[in-house]
């Protein structure tokens, strides 16, 4: 069984460190031969992505599908009736993404899985303001060339 609040705190540590981290190098510790990592040697998206939510589990989004711009810099936002703001964070080909969208209450959605160019895959997950899961599940993304996302 996915366990969801440990996966959603995954994403939202990861989130944080995306947003602080800039292009810094992330390092392990010198006697573990773990060669150290920098943004820049990994992928980023850069475009628009029509994310449909495929499967879902308990309350999810009132829309069946997001548009979503993800830009190079590490930020990502979707248009339409739900308007989320977050940042994002590419090792290798895996995703990982959270954001906030202001309703009152707010609404946060973390996404991971595994992406290129033109396409990706993975789960995610809803919460509120108290950190309370509400939903989640899975999502297919597919690049587009504009930013409607037809």
């Known amino acids: 069984m996915f366990d969801f609040r440990r996966a959603f705190g995954a994403c939202v540590a990861i989130g944080m460190l995306a947003a602080c981290g800039g292009s810094q190098p992330m390092t392990g510790a010198?006697?573990?031969g773990v060669q150290p990592a920098t943004r820049s040697q990994h992928q980023?998206?850069?475009?628009y992505y029509l994310t449909k939510f495929t499967?879902?589990?308990g309350y999810s989004l009132p829309g069946s599908s997001l548009c979503i711009r993800f830009k190079s810099?590490?930020?990502w936002s979707s248009s339409g009736s739900e308007n989320f703001n977050g940042t994002y964070l590419t090792s290798g080909k895996e995703l990982y993404a959270s954001a906030v969208w202001l309703p009152s209450p707010a609404v946060?959605?973390?996404l991971q899985g595994s992406v290129n160019a033109k396409q990706g895959s993975g789960t995610f997950i809803v919460s509120g303001v108290n950190g309370y899961i509400s939903g989640g599940g899975t999502f297919t993304m597919t690049g587009k060339q504009n930013?409607?996302?037809?």
């Not at 930013?147 to 037809?150: P, R, V």
């Open 30 to 32: 010198p006697s573990t």
């Open 44 to 47: 980023s998206l850069n475009g």
């Open 55 to 57: 499967t879902v589990v």
């Open 73 to 75: 810099s590490g930020s």
């Open 108 to 110: 946060y959605m973390s």
């Open 147 to 150: 930013k409607t996302c037809s």
